[in-house]
DNA sequence: CCTATATGACTTTCGGGTAAGTTACCACCA
DNA sequence: TGGTGGTAACTTACCCGAAAGTCATATAGG
């Protein structure tokens, strides 16, 4: 039997790991786990299906495996800037630029943590808890603090706006995908004039 | 060939119809387009899966369906509070307001427009874009208003700024769904708080 | 007896997953 | 220096189950 190109290519296994991650990442965070099929992320990496599952195990192992490296990049980001000194708002915004420099080459790994087609039971719902778990709980952590400066200490009111808040990061995150054309730093301002109009608004 | 129960029902279509669109209206919403299961649906509605087949001719079509109710419902009650004379932050605790009163025994509908894992091209697309389009279309009309107090016409403003508000929305829409025993009172006033603790903080 | 309502059992399609093999390269030995 | 065998990289062709979609038929009521 003929196989034109079996074998051929001599690609070492963890360049092309880091190859299909990137593909794949992509993929899942565009499309979402069920939306996304392995045969596509194969096809775009102009390599076959069997490899990837020699690879990653499965179509779960694939997507475990972007979560464990989109993940720790996110949430050791979020930590570091939770453990500097500032608070309420301007943790807030703080945060919001640390994201935009980090994730400015690959946007769509925010939404890894978010996918609501994500199995909800196994090994990578585990994994999304472990890592959703640890941003929302920063989240949290800043959201509280937040509403304890505005004398809110209400625990429905923090969980509520903690939503708000990483809603509003997904938004903007989404509309970034969308605008490939604006930078970090453009995102950063844009955020800051974006605060003032509802903080002016508000006032009125 | 016995078949208990062919046509012994005889519920007329209409009314037939009806019980379909709100049980797949919740299963689409709650799980997606391409996690919603067509025999899923039938089996919660107590019927047959060619049933379904016959009255919508497909998944998608069973979709547009829930779509056309659940789309004008939303679009026709923005569109009502948009006709008011509130405007800024105001117009948009109002529509905040309207949605929770509207959407409060059917919560799962306002993430049908937002679907992800819908397919991206034919009628279902151009139905999800119809409003989609209409929906987001007021929003950014509200929001460049919003924008236009605080003297801010930049368009990409704009746009990122609408983006935002229908995740704000999406947010807190998907925190009630986790939280049902908050009425849409309940929501409103919450909204209020969450709001001036927002514009608080960011006074400091 | 005709039509609307309804169904069990079937076919088709699609995507996750696998079996079995092919190719290239390198280390080792005569 | 050239053969050789082991292994890493890679492929085609398939299996299988779940879900979309269809067909032929059954019941009830005007």
Redesign the interface.
């Known amino acids: 039997m003929v196989r034109p190109n079996a074998g051929t290519k001599g690609v070492p296994r963890l360049d092309r790991e880091s190859q299909i991650l990137a593909i794949a990442s992509q993929e899942f965070g565009?499309?979402?786990f069920?939306?996304t099929s392995v045969a596509t992320v194969a096809k775009r990496a102009g390599i076959s299906k069997p490899l990837i599952y020699n690879y990653f195990g499965s179509k779960e192992g694939l997507y475990e495996a972007c979560l464990d490296l989109g993940g720790s990049l996110v949430a050791d980001e979020i930590e570091r800037i939770a453990r500097g000194d500032s608070v309420?708002?301007e943790r807030g915004m703080e945060t919001l630029g640390g994201m935009f420099a980090l994730l400015e080459q690959r946007r769509y790994l925010w939404r890894l943590f978010f996918d609501?087609?994500a199995p909800s039971t196994g090994a990578i719902a585990d994994s999304i808890g472990v890592y959703a778990d640890r941003i929302g709980k920063l989240a949290e952590e800043g959201v509280a603090e937040?509403?304890g400066?505005?004398g809110?200490d209400?625990e429905?009111?923090i969980?509520?706006?903690t939503?708000?808040w990483?809603?509003?990061v997904?938004?903007?995150m989404?509309?970034w995908v969308e605008?490939p054309e604006?930078t970090a730093e453009q995102m950063m301002q844009?955020c800051v004039?974006?605060?003032?109009?509802?903080?002016?608004?508000?006032?009125?």
């Open positions: 565009m499309r979402g069920t939306a309420g708002i609501v087609t937040l509403m400066l505005a809110n209400d429905l009111d969980s509520a706006m939503s708000v990483l809603g509003i997904d938004s903007l989404n509309w605008h604006q844009r004039r974006l605060l003032t109009a509802i903080v002016g608004g508000a006032e009125q």
